[in-house]
């Protein structure tokens, strides 16, 4: 059989990009990392703290799900409103009253998580440590995923405050003895430990700056919690609980 050279086979420890990369990596065996820093798995982390199962999806179907599952659903975040307060802003979701059940849509991070199968794990800055640390005692390949945006024309916009979280959680596994990494998950560890100031990084790199010039930097002020959160957001039955 001939070798698939992006599938990072007989690592332990990959990452890649988006969601081809998390098709492609994380197609075997093992467990999906999903990074989604500004703001959707920060968003999950608020949520399922407070309680709230959270449901992924993409924007297409958001609606027929939450109907489904008897959710409420997210909207966009400018078109929040009293009786609809539940949307991607983890300030938001951090002060909305909490239903049980959350239909969550974005474009990235919550469709990487909606497609994908086998074990799914929601990690951001605020819960690299304890992410890693519930990885630790699992013995199958990690897949972590950088959830990235999109440009206009719809292809990938690698983000530097995915990039970070992803390293995030790679630099707290490798401090617990996770590996063999692949050079995909060495390189991204390495911009993590060698940026200095990721609270900063995020703050001012080019997704911050879009938040706060729309009147969301609160948002941003949530995301760069290091480590605050212990909760690990599991995908099971469709839907994001604390394991």
Request: a negative charge; aromatic letters at 4%.
């Amino acid at each position: 059989m001939t070798r698939d050279p992006w599938g990072q086979a007989g690592y332990g420890v990959r990452f890649d990009w988006g969601p081809a990369g998390a098709a492609r990596v994380g197609s075997h065996d093992g467990v999906l990392v999903v990074v989604d820093v500004l703001s959707f798995t920060t968003a999950v982390s608020v949520a399922v703290e407070r309680g709230i199962t959270v449901h992924p999806a993409s924007g297409q179907g958001a609606a027929r799900l939450a109907g489904e599952v008897g959710a409420a659903l997210a909207v966009d975040r400018d078109e929040v409103t009293e009786q609809h307060p539940w949307s991607l802003s983890p300030a938001a979701l951090r002060s909305a009253p909490a239903p049980a059940r959350l239909v969550l849509p974005s474009p990235n991070g919550s469709a990487i998580a909606s497609a994908a199968e086998g074990v799914v794990v929601a990690a951001c800055l605020r819960n690299a440590s304890a992410v890693a640390e519930w990885l630790g005692v699992r013995s199958e390949p990690v897949t972590v995923v950088a959830a990235g945006e999109r440009w206009p024309d719809g292809s990938l916009r690698p983000a530097l405050e995915d990039l970070l979280g992803a390293g995030a959680v790679l630099a707290a596994l490798a401090h617990r003895g996770g590996g063999p990494e692949s050079p995909e998950a060495r390189g991204a560890r390495a911009a993590y430990q060698g940026t200095g100031s990721v609270e900063e990084a995020v703050r001012r790199c080019a997704s911050g700056l879009e938040l706060r010039d729309r009147g969301f930097g609160e948002d941003v002020e949530i995301a760069v919690e290091g480590d605050v959160s212990r909760v690990v957001p599991v995908l099971a039955d469709g839907a994001f609980q604390p394991d």
